[in-house]
């Protein structure tokens, strides 16, 4: 007999059910998955949606968003075709060189569009801080700006993505800093950082894929939940550099 690995909303319940450390679970912890819990939330809505919707044969719309000076509008035309493994390719060759690196925040990161929520930027401008603390006490840094990005899959049938940024500009030790950045307890593995330079690390956290890169000018934690799967696991590694290539631009 062939046994089925748990769906994708069942996986990312129990992403959420391993994040219930309570007060015992380290304040780092406690904090990150509080930051997962609202893209992981989103993700479970939209199967909601889909699940509860008369049409559910047909994707629904992305949910309305303001945008705001700091990010894009949403993208209200998006299907799940779209959204394939090579979905995190840009066109063109990215740019190369040692920098400096700015953030940018392109109109879609993955095929996703973004999520301009205000529950999310609370999560993410709280996460930040905490990043910044890191990086004062720890020495890898010291950051003068913060970015904070979520591209979020609209609902759509047995799928559900989003991509979780907190970034900064500044002026770094790029080793040192993805050091500091990256979460305790967890196994990070140094991959090729790819044409921008610098440091790059991932590992699984919590059931998400957490990838943290630096340069002298930028720092980046990024969180992936993908139900597929298909931009995880032995993907990391280009879909990282991919995904850090459209959101550094030459400063």
């Known amino acids: 007999m062939n046994l ?4 994708g909303h069942t996986r990312l319940g129990f992403l959420l059910m391993d994040c219930d450390g309570g007060a015992a679970a380290p304040p780092r912890r406690r904090r990150l998955c509080t930051w997962l819990r609202i893209g992981a939330g989103s993700v479970l809505v939209a199967f909601a949606v889909v699940a509860c919707s008369p049409s559910a044969s047909q994707p629904a719309s992305p949910h309305p968003s303001s945008p705001s000076a700091s990010k894009p509008p949403a993208n209200t035309g998006l299907a799940k075709s779209a959204l394939g493994p090579s979905a995190c390719v840009t066109a063109g060759r990215p740019a190369g060189g ?3 690196w700015t953030l940018v925040a392109p109109r879609t990161l993955c095929g996703l569009p973004p999520d301009n929520s205000a529950q999310y930027d609370q999560g993410g401008q709280a996460l930040a801080s905490e990043y910044k603390i890191l990086l004062s006490m720890d020495g890898g840094g010291s950051a003068k700006s913060t970015v904070t990005l979520e591209y979020q899959s609209p609902p759509i049938p047995n799928f559900g993505r989003s ?7 500044g002026r770094f ?3 040192a800093a993805v050091s500091v950045i990256e979460e305790g307890g967890y196994s ?9 330079g610098g440091a790059l690390a991932c590992a699984n956290v919590e059931g998400t894929e957490n990838c943290v890169w630096a340069t002298s000018t930028t720092l980046c934690s990024i969180n992936i939940i993908d139900t597929t799967g298909e931009l995880l696991g032995a993907n990391i590694g280009a879909n990282a550099v991919r995904i850090r290539d459209a959101l550094e631009a030459p400063g």
């Open 4 to 7: 089925r690995g748990p769906s």
């Open 98 to 100: 040692s920098g400096p």
């Open 163 to 169: 991509i979780n940024l907190v970034g900064f500009e």
């Open 173 to 175: 030790q790029p080793a």
């Open 188 to 196: 990070y593995s140094n991959l090729p950082p790819g044409p921008h």
